[in-house]
């Protein structure tokens, strides 16, 4: 079991470390390349790739086995990162990350479909945080060694890590995890996959996703580009709808589940979880530049009271539901979005006075609440469905949250832009200032700067606002959830077993 249980934690260190690890290496790509002007691309193009196939690993993982579908996935992000790392310039590095992309979006939701498998519900959520840690972990480690790679030998082995960390997992999995297999000729089971809600669901996420990423960048919000991509994505999600109810004959995304309020409550839990938390790691650390005028690296630091404060209490929240079946995970959600309430709540305090000492307190608030909800909230959803639609309903849940992440990001990003134009629009600017670029601050002159600084405080004060706004939205949807507890004297069959 121990065995087992590092091939898994090695398999989702692996998906979560390539998420952080390229950050700190961007700059000197993209100064080899020459590809300023694309260097968004890098992060996107994965992002696009590893939302849009993520809601289909776990149907396929139901009519392929769980083994096979899990290698496949890590398979194609091996395949992705050598590429990615032989990379000659930014158009094929952007092609390769979204390559990685397609195999990264399904392999934490794969861990957490064969931890439900194999484990019982008891120990279910012991597992789950072993899950969180590893994710959390390889927060805090990507942008280190990231940087440590770029400084001291190549930015190329930010991708070539992912090779020897791979084959090891893989391994693991070929010769210890031994899963049952779905009965069926190879030709009867690629005829039971969606291809038509597959296609539909790709293409519709990159509709939205695509201009959530460039409103107010790329192109303004209003633009025939960002509506025109919005409305086709809104009317591909009708249609994709319409396919799963009345075409499709096993659906990725089974009407029936959305007929359940208690499931639909997950999911929309998820996806205002997955708004405030990444709202939080995109605009605190950016805090600590511009407010404490911080190095990068100093930020990160500054910053890791909040991403350990998610892993301890994802561990501890974890162990919890496993101690007792008393308390349901509706009530530990409920807790959890009080929590992020206050934390942010005490965030709209920061300006350029707040001490260390208090930022870090309001960091762990949030981060406890944001621990714990990871937890509640996968294990909520798949205690409220039969074992046949689990697969489904975490990679669902899992979708919601990747979703939520950059509706977050864009709404958040928009609110911030906005009022510090306003703001800095009454001030009188020397030309040489930008605000495309923080360190254009600290050669201000005294006076000005102090107004400039001042005018970022309430554009990120008036931020952590909306994000109070998204927490609420969590707590209200999680109201919902229903009463379901963790199952101790669950009869679960187990669908694997480890040697």
Same mark, same amino acid.
């Given at each position: 079991?121990?065995?087992?249980?590092?091939?898994?934690?090695?398999?989702?260190?692996?998906?979560?470390?390539?998420?952080?690890?390229?950050?700190?290496?961007?700059?000197?790509?993209? =100064?080899?390349?020459?590809?300023?002007?694309?260097?968004?691309?890098?992060?996107?193009?994965?992002?696009?790739?590893?939302?849009?196939?993520?809601?289909? /690993?776990?149907?396929?993982?139901?009519?392929?086995?769980?083994?096979?579908?899990?290698?496949?996935?890590?398979?194609?992000?091996?395949?992705? =990162?050598?590429?990615?790392?032989?990379?000659?310039?930014?158009?094929?590095?952007?092609? /390769?990350?979204?390559?990685?992309?397609?195999?990264?979006?399904?392999?934490?939701?794969?861990?957490?479909?064969?931890?439900?498998?194999?484990?019982?519900?008891?120990?279910?959520?012991?597992?789950?945080?072993?899950?969180?840690?590893?994710?959390?972990?390889? =927060?805090?480690?990507?942008?280190?060694?990231?940087?440590?790679?770029?400084?001291?030998?190549?930015?190329?082995?930010?991708?070539?890590?992912?090779?020897?960390?791979?084959?090891?997992?893989?391994?693991?999995?070929?010769?210890?995890?031994?899963?049952?297999?779905?009965?069926?000729?190879?030709?009867?089971?690629?005829?039971?996959?969606?291809?038509?809600?597959?296609?539909?669901?790709?293409?519709?996420?990159?509709?939205?996703?695509?201009?959530?990423?460039?409103?107010?960048?790329?192109?303004?919000?209003?633009?025939?580009?960002?509506?025109?991509?919005?409305?086709?994505?809104?009317?591909?999600?009708?249609?994709?709808?319409?396919?799963?109810?009345?075409?499709? =004959?096993?659906?990725?995304?089974?009407?029936?589940?959305?007929?359940?309020?208690?499931?639909?409550?997950?999911?929309?839990?998820?996806?205002?979880?997955?708004?405030?938390?990444?709202?939080?790691?995109?605009?605190?650390?950016?805090?600590?530049?511009?407010?404490?005028?911080?190095?990068?690296?100093?930020?990160?630091?500054?910053?890791?009271? /909040?991403?350990?404060?998610?892993?301890?209490?994802?561990?501890?929240?974890?162990?919890?539901?496993?101690?007792?079946?008393?308390?349901?995970?509706?009530?530990?959600?409920?807790?959890?979005?009080?929590?992020?309430?206050?934390?942010?709540?005490?965030?709209?305090?920061?300006?350029?006075?707040?001490?260390?000492?208090?930022?870090?307190?309001?960091?762990?608030?949030?981060?406890?609440?944001?621990?714990?909800?990871?937890?509640?909230?996968?294990?909520?959803?798949?205690?409220?469905?039969?074992?046949?639609?689990?697969?489904?309903?975490?990679?669902?849940?899992?979708?919601?949250?990747?979703?939520?992440?950059?509706?977050?990001?864009?709404?958040?990003?928009?609110?911030?832009?906005?009022?510090?134009?306003?703001?800095?629009?009454?001030?009188?600017?020397?030309?040489?200032?930008?605000?495309?670029?923080?360190?254009?601050?600290?050669?201000?002159?005294?006076?000005?700067?102090?107004?400039?600084?001042?005018?970022?405080?309430?554009?990120?004060?008036?931020?952590?606002?909306?994000?109070?706004?998204?927490?609420?939205?969590?707590?209200?949807?999680?109201?919902?959830?229903?009463?379901?507890?963790?199952?101790?004297?669950?009869?679960?069959?187990?669908?694997?077993?480890?040697?």
């Amino acid at each position: 079991m121990q065995q087992y249980r590092n091939c898994l934690a090695c398999a989702v260190f692996l998906a979560a470390l390539d998420q952080t690890i390229v950050s700190t290496a961007l700059p000197k790509i993209v =100064s080899d390349f020459n590809g300023l002007d694309q260097i968004a691309w890098v992060a996107t193009s994965y992002l696009l790739t590893t939302t849009s196939f993520q809601p289909m /690993y776990g149907k396929l993982s139901d009519i392929f086995g769980r083994k096979i579908t899990f290698l496949f996935a890590i398979a194609i992000f091996e395949i992705g =990162s050598l590429l990615c790392g032989i990379a000659k310039d930014m158009v094929s590095l952007i092609i /390769y990350r979204a390559i990685a992309g397609i195999g990264g979006g399904g392999i934490i939701g794969l861990v957490l479909i064969i931890i439900s498998d194999i484990v019982s519900g008891k120990d279910r959520g012991k597992y789950q945080g072993i899950v969180g840690a590893c994710f959390g972990i390889a =927060s805090v480690a990507g942008p280190l060694m990231g940087g440590a790679f770029t400084d001291h030998i190549t930015w190329r082995w930010c991708f070539f890590i992912n090779i020897p960390l791979g084959v090891i997992t893989i391994l693991a999995i070929i010769f210890f995890l031994h899963m049952k297999k779905p009965t069926g000729s190879l030709l009867t089971k690629f005829k039971r996959i969606d291809f038509i809600g597959i296609s539909l669901m790709i293409s519709s996420t990159v509709c939205i996703l695509l201009p959530l990423n460039w409103g107010g960048n790329t192109y303004p919000w209003d633009s025939p580009v960002i509506i025109t991509l919005l409305c086709i994505g809104a009317a591909g999600y009708v249609i994709f709808g319409l396919a799963e109810c009345y075409i499709v =004959s096993e659906p990725i995304a089974p009407p029936h589940l959305f007929k359940k309020i208690n499931v639909v409550s997950c999911f929309s839990t998820s996806f205002f979880q997955g708004m405030v938390f990444f709202s939080f790691i995109f605009y605190t650390p950016l805090f600590f530049q511009v407010v404490k005028e911080d190095s990068a690296t100093q930020s990160g630091l500054d910053f890791m009271p /909040y991403i350990l404060s998610v892993v301890v209490f994802s561990i501890l929240s974890g162990q919890f539901f496993s101690r007792t079946d008393k308390v349901s995970f509706r009530c530990v959600t409920l807790i959890a979005s009080a929590l992020i309430i206050i934390g942010a709540g005490l965030s709209t305090l920061w300006n350029e006075k707040t001490g260390y000492g208090e930022s870090i307190g309001y960091m762990i608030i949030s981060g406890a609440g944001i621990g714990m909800s990871i937890q509640s909230i996968i294990l909520g959803v798949q205690g409220l469905v039969e074992h046949k639609d689990i697969a489904t309903v975490t990679t669902l849940t899992l979708f919601f949250r990747s979703i939520g992440a950059v509706f977050g990001i864009a709404i958040s990003g928009t609110v911030f832009n906005n009022r510090l134009s306003q703001t800095l629009s009454t001030l009188t600017l020397p030309p040489t200032f930008s605000t495309n670029s923080v360190y254009t601050i600290r050669f201000l002159p005294p006076e000005i700067k102090s107004l400039v600084i001042n005018a970022y405080v309430l554009a990120f004060q008036f931020t952590f606002y909306i994000i109070i706004l998204y927490s609420a939205l969590m707590l209200i949807s999680a109201l919902f959830m229903g009463n379901s507890k963790p199952k101790y004297n669950e009869g679960d069959e187990k669908h694997a077993t480890f040697e």
